[in-house]
Each structure stands twice: as structure tokens, then as C-alpha cells.
């Protein structure tokens, strides 16, 4: 497992941007896939978006797709999530989180932060 510390959140207007990132420890981060989630108040955490070890592959949640950028540095063993054109319905805490593989599927990751709140104004 990895150690995983989000950063980046806060409050902004809608159709601003945020970027959010996320920290790991461990020597293997390299070796991972990485995710980002959400969860609003008394909903249930969904996917947003996943990059593979290499950054080579990417995929997301239709909601964001066009808006919502992953990368990754592996050589600062961190993960980016650059959110653009943002709305209230983006309102969440956004949790990074660490798979063995590639995937969307929340249970399949094994490493989870503790989340950082974005809150998106209208």
C-alpha cells in the first residue's frame, strides 16, 4: 500500500478552475494506477477519473470528461487533478486513491486519502 495526502481544495466560483493534488509515500507509487473519487453530502463516492502507472491511459466519469484533467509526476510521486469549467454539482470532497490496476471500480483500490473539499459557488 501507498500513503496518499490530498491538497488543493477550497471554495470557487462556477466556471473557475482548481487543481487538486495528491501526495504519495512509498517507493512502489510508480508501480500503481491512481484514481480520483468524490463524495457529496448523502451520496455515495463515485468515480471521477483513473490514470494508469505510466500516464499513459486516462479515463473518466462522463460528468467530467472535457472539464477534468489527471496527470502524474512519478518522479515527485504525486497525482493532479486540473479541474476547469467548474459547477455546483461539482460540490464534493474529492479523494485520491491508489489500484494495482487500471480501473474505475471504487472497491478494486486498495490505498485511499483522506479527501480534500472543494465547494463550487454559484
Known amino acids: 500500500q501507498v500513503q496518499l495526502v490530498e491538497s488543493g481544495g477550497g471554495l470557487v466560483q462556477a466556471g473557475g478552475s482548481r487543481r487538486l493534488s495528491c501526495a504519495a509515500s512509498g517507493r512502489t507509487f510508480s508501480s500503481y494506477a491512481m484514481g480520483w473519487f468524490r463524495q457529496a453530502p448523502g451520496k455515495e463516492r463515485e468515480f471521477v477519473a483513473a490514470i494508469k502507472w505510466s500516464g499513459g491511459s486516462t479515463y473518466y466519469a462522463d460528468s467530467v470528461k472535457g472539464r477534468f484533467t489527471v496527470s502524474r509526476d512519478n518522479a515527485k510521486n504525486t497525482v493532479y487533478l486540473q479541474m476547469n469549467s467548474l459547477k455546483p454539482e461539482d460540490t464534493a470532497t474529492y479523494y485520491c486513491?491508489?489500484?494495482?490496476?487500471?480501473?474505475?471500480?471504487?472497491?478494486?483500490?486498495?490505498?485511499w486519502g483522506q479527501g480534500t473539499q472543494v465547494t463550487v459557488s454559484s
Open positions: 486513491a491508489a489500484n494495482p490496476r487500471f480501473g474505475y471500480i471504487k472497491s478494486t483500490y486498495d490505498s
